[in-house]
């Protein structure tokens, strides 16, 4: 009875087999690692199984105020269709969180997000990292490597900062999203992609066009569904949400007691122009949490 209660114990605590210290025949030892074998091979298929079928889970956003709440509406709607959207707003209004929401909305959001911000890098790496390359195309190029697009195959490439890319790569990019294959840097055969394309800017890309900043080509051909991003002042109702939501967030990630905003504190926020909007009050939630000794 000692021994059946042993064994029960040690299979409720993770235990895949259990073998009697008083049976060392090779015959028991050998059946018992097979049965090992067994089970992690039924235990990695069933956890593979369950991965593939589980629906992604939504980045968390805030759309309270009638403003946030007609925006999530409508990048719902044109997530289920396979058009191009441009995202335009101001620097830190939450382009990248919408475009997540679109990619998450859309029958793709079971493949990958793959982001890139064109103003973060110089032309030359932009370039490759966008289109890949081939081995041997350049000193040191060991090995081929695939760019973005391709590691984007089956779900969305999120272009943001659109407006800062140069304007050599903008003709090369104007043929990918004309074409829908690209060719890697020093490489020969076509690649067709199965990517959806959604590009942000806080730039006027009219106002690019006519400075010859801006492709007009390029300007129509991502410019198919644009969606505007209001600005943090524009949508109020919104602040709330997200202070609680970021404080909770960095709470957690700074492993400090939750915290919570007095009401004098939230109407002062309410009230702030915020003209560093979503990154803005991102920012000041983390200073804060981190800063201040109290719970309030």
Not at 79 to 91: I, K, M, N, R, S
Not at 109 to 130: M, Q, R, S, W
Request: proline share 5%; net charge neutral; aromatic share 6%.
């Amino acid at each position: 009875r000692r021994n059946l209660a042993l064994t029960v114990e040690a299979m409720s605590q993770g235990a895949l087999h259990v073998v009697a210290a008083d049976d060392w025949t090779p015959a028991s030892w050998k059946a018992a690692v097979d049965r090992l074998k067994r089970l992690q091979t039924e235990r990695a298929a069933t956890a593979e199984k369950s991965k593939t079928n589980r629906s992604p889970k939504p980045r968390s956003a805030v759309f309270v105020d009638p403003a946030s709440q007609h925006l999530l509406a409508l990048a719902q709607r044109v997530a289920q269709t396979e058009v191009t959207a441009l995202l335009v707003g101001p620097t830190g209004s939450g382009k990248e969180v919408l475009a997540r929401v679109l990619h998450e909305s859309s029958p793709r959001a079971k493949g990958p997000f793959v982001a890139l911000n064109c103003a973060a890098l110089p032309e030359h790496l932009i370039e490759d990292l966008l289109f890949g390359h081939d081995k041997g195309a350049f000193t040191g190029a060991l090995k081929e490597h695939k760019g973005l697009f391709e590691q984007a195959q089956g779900g969305t490439i999120f272009l943001d900062e659109i407006g800062e890319m140069p304007m050599a790569l903008q003709s090369k990019l104007l043929r990918v999203l004309q074409e829908r294959t690209l060719t890697r840097l020093g490489g020969q055969t076509p690649i067709d992609l199965d990517v959806r394309v959604v590009a942000a800017t806080n730039k006027d890309l009219r106002e690019a066009m006519q400075l010859r900043e801006f492709r007009e080509d390029l300007y129509f051909r991502l410019n198919v569904v644009p969606i505007r991003l209001p600005a943090l002042r524009e949508r109020r109702e919104d602040v709330p949400g997200l202070l609680e939501e970021f404080c909770q967030r960095f709470c957690h990630q700074y492993s400090v007691g939750m915290k919570r905003f007095s009401s004098d504190a939230l109407k002062v926020l309410f009230d702030h122009d915020w003209p560093g909007n979503v990154r803005e009050l991102r920012n000041l939630v983390e200073r804060l949490v981190i800063l201040v000794q109290n719970e309030e």
